[in-house]
């Protein structure tokens, strides 16, 4: 007989807080109550709005239990329930025979970010794709260009320490709705307040946070670049810390020349933001130390999103803040953790060089001949909502020569278009680690209850394909304590004498060595050691030898009629995790775009009304909503809705452009131009 007890875990979801959660399971071995982890150092105790009712969604009735075999055309919906060993079978035999006909190469493994756990989710690539030679999948749908922008100039995203922001005396949340997508930062923002620290926001909307915050800058979208130039030209004039600029840093002088261009008259007209106030806050960071950049990953969603993430990351260094407890640049943490990707995700049972297939080209790598994708796995991922170019993903995803399994816990929208579709367990069925990209500890996650129906691991799943399709290296029925005791088996680790044993004990660890967390103390992670303004790299990556700004591509036109669409982190889900469960739907309520008040009135847009918005890639249906939160020349809404919320059955992404970021195929999500008009249903 059990008795009720209490399990350790963490959410799996892709925010950047990666709360500690504990699960009470009762004596019947049901899950009966999720709360946050009051012992944990940064997320406290609390969870959030989209993840309270996870218990009550995990076993809501439109989980999947079982798998099934589509019997209609791709996208009719129409299923039927077959066993694991015939989802198995089918699946064993369609590889062999891509495998054979086509090569490994024709082999998609599609990891999304529906859970961003090591085992589990996108954390690391799993070995049975390695050892059967699958394509390689290139996650560039989140943050990609800005680590990437970074990795020119500091050489890492992890610059400080978020709880550092304590001590800090000025906060700028640059592209960061942080009550809404990383609200566990926000209680160190409020004690950094209440010891005088100012709190500013650049964002083109006017969102919660920077209702909240004491001053709000709003710059046209995509004009981040030009922004931080001005305000390093200010900084110039009013005071550098000429010390670090001399001792720590490479190139300064070419940097400052360039400067030049940039006045605040100039930056003034690009951005559409008053000289006085670049003046007044490139002054506020001459002389208010330490000062803390806290960089969201909405700056960076545009065709110079890489370019924006490396000019911001040179106001630290102009400000010396980089050497300031409590100063610096944060954007992910994820860089901290040096754990042991490579011995989990095993790159070294592959015995050929497979071509690399880029996640936010969904539509147009299915679409390429010389790819030849004969088979897709989409795991954890939605691309029918979350992807770009809906039209061109629909269109793909319903051809019959491409073999399209789904893993998911739910039937996505994504599924409809499967061949076969499995059931995935969720965070308290399996055993996960997680780690945070917006602090410095890693969570171990223990399985609460058993699966409900035949609900696998992706885990487990891997290790019965495998099986199925006859192979036998034995690196791939590690369990999995073995592929966990696999990724802690890192010197930083190691050293530290932490394994799996004392990590599943103590439910959370901090990462070693990272009290008083200095990344710059000594060098910068760049090959010189030093902060780089000038780099010879960026220059042969054709990004210019010195941080620069270059235009969007969409968002900062003047097209009278149109505007700049950003479509950014909602408030009742995580990208489109949950977001087609009835009660989540209700209360998400209809699907709303955000115009100010003179732009509505100029192109007679009624507040209320159903409007399409669109441009010539598709249009989705919202009611039209006049708010504050709307600068002039842009309109607002959010990610992740399902497409059946829209009456026209297409979502946001329809109007977004697949189209590749100047740094590592990033997404361009908030670099796009649509036109607003009322809605006329068809026929
Ligand atoms: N317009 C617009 N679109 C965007 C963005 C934007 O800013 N604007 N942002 C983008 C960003 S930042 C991201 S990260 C992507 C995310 O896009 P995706 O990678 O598609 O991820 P999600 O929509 O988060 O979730 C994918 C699926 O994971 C499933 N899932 C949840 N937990 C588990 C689990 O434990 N196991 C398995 N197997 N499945 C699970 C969910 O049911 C869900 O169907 O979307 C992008 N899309
Ligand atoms: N509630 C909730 N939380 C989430 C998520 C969610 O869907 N819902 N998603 C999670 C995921 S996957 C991620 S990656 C993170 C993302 O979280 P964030 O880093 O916050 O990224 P976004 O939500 O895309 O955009 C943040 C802000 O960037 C702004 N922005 C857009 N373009 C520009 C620009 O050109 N300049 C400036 N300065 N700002 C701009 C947007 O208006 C928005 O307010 O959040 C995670 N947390
Ligand atoms: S979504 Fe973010 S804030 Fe909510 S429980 Fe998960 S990690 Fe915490
Ligand atoms: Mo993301």
New binding site residues.
């Given amino acids: 007989m059990r008795v009720p007890h209490d399990v350790f875990g963490a959410c799996?979801l892709?925010c950047p807080d990666a709360c500690s959660w504990v699960v009470t399971v009762d004596d019947h071995g049901r899950a009966v109550k999720l709360r946050g982890n009051a012992d944990h150092p940064h997320t406290r105790g609390g969870l959030c709005v989209k993840v309270n009712p996870y218990l009550e969604f995990s076993s809501d009735p439109s989980r999947l239990l079982h798998p099934m075999r589509r019997t209609g055309p791709k996208g009719s919906g129409q299923f039927e329930p077959i066993t694991w060993d015939e989802a198995l079978g089918a699946i064993a035999e369609r590889l062999h025979d891509i495998l054979a006909e086509h090569g490994g190469d024709s082999i998609w493994p599609f990891d999304?970010?529906?859970?961003v756990g090591y085992l589990?989710?996108c954390g690391a690539p799993h070995r049975f794709w390695s050892a059967i030679g699958a394509a390689r999948h290139h996650t560039s749908?989140?943050s990609i260009s800005g680590h990437l922008g970074m990795s020119y100039t500091s050489g890492s995203a992890a610059g400080m320490d978020p709880e550092d922001v304590v001590h800090s005396k000025l906060i700028v949340l640059w592209g960061s709705n942080t009550l809404t997508s990383n609200q566990h930062l926000w209680p160190f923002i409020e004690t950094a307040r209440a010891d005088g620290a100012y709190v500013v926001v650049i964002d083109p909307v006017r969102h919660r946070t920077a209702e909240r915050a004491d001053e709000h800058i709003a710059p046209r979208v995509g004009t981040d670049a030009a922004l931080a130039l001005g305000l390093c030209h200010v900084i110039a004039q009013q005071g550098t810390d000429t010390r670090f600029l001399a001792e720590r840093t490479s190139g300064w002088a070419a940097f400052e020349d360039s400067l030049a261009d940039y006045t605040p008259e100039r930056v003034a007209q690009i951005c559409d933001v008053p000289a006085e106030a670049i003046i007044a806050l490139g002054t506020r960071m001459a002389v208010s130390q330490p000062m803390a950049i806290k960089l969201g990953?909405g700056m960076q969603?545009h065709r110079h999103g890489g370019q924006t993430a490396r000019v911001i990351s040179c106001i630290p260094a102009l400000t010396g803040d980089y050497a300031r407890r409590g100063g610096g640049l944060v954007y992910s943490t994820s860089d901290a953790y040096m754990l042991n990707g490579y011995k989990l995700s095993r790159p070294d049972l592959r015995r050929t060089q497979p071509q690399t297939l880029v996640m936010t080209r969904l539509g147009r790598e299915l679409q390429r001949a010389d790819a030849n994708v004969k088979a897709l796995f989409v795991?954890?991922?939605?691309?029918m909502?979350?992807n770009p170019d809906q039209t061109l993903v629909r269109a793909q995803l319903t051809r019959d020569d491409v073999f399209t399994v789904v893993?998911?816990?739910?039937r996505?929208d994504t599924a409809e278009y499967a061949d076969i579709i499995l059931p995935?367990?969720?965070?308290t069925e399996h055993t996960e680690i997680m780690e945070s990209f917006g602090h410095l500890y890693l969570n171990w996650n223990e399985p609460a209850v058993a699966p409900p129906g035949e609900c696998l691991s992706?885990t487990e799943f891997m290790r019965r394909l495998a099986a199925a399709m006859g192979l036998t290296e034995p690196a791939l029925f590690a369990t999995d304590l073995e592929l966990a005791a696999d990724l802690l088996d890192a010197p930083l680790w190691r050293d530290a004498g932490i394994g799996v044993d004392q990590l599943r004990t103590a439910g959370w660890l901090r990462i070693p060595g990272t009290i008083d967390y200095a990344p710059f103390a000594e060098r910068f992670a760049t090959p010189s050691g030093r902060f780089e303004f000038v780099s010879a790299r960026a220059e042969r990556d054709g990004h210019g030898l010195l941080p620069n700004y270059r235009p969007p591509s969409e968002a900062a036109d003047d097209e009278p009629g149109t505007f700049a669409l950003v479509?950014?982190a909602g408030q009742f889900f995580?990208?489109?995790?949950f977001a087609g469960i009835d009660r989540n739907i209700e209360r998400a309520g209809e699907p709303s775009i955000t115009v100010c008040a003179a732009d509505a009135a100029e192109q007679s847009l009624v507040h209320g009304e159903l409007v399409s918005v669109g441009n010539d890639r598709g249009s989705f249906v919202a009611r039209l909503n006049i708010g504050t939160a709307a600068r002039s020349g842009i309109a607002v809404t959010t990610?992740?809705a399902w497409t059946k919320v829209f009456s026209d059955g297409q979502s946001?992404?329809v109007t977004?452009p697949e189209r590749d970021s100047d740094m590592g195929a990033g997404?361009v999500?908030h670099d796009n131009r649509v036109s607003i008009r009322p809605y006329q249903p068809r026929n």
């Fill in positions: 799996p892709d999304g970010t529906g859970s589990q989710g749908i989140c990953q969603r795991m954890g991922a939605n691309p909502v979350s893993f998911d816990a739910y996505t995935s367990t969720l965070q992706k479509s950014p995580v990208n489109s995790v990610k992740g946001v992404n977004v997404a999500y």
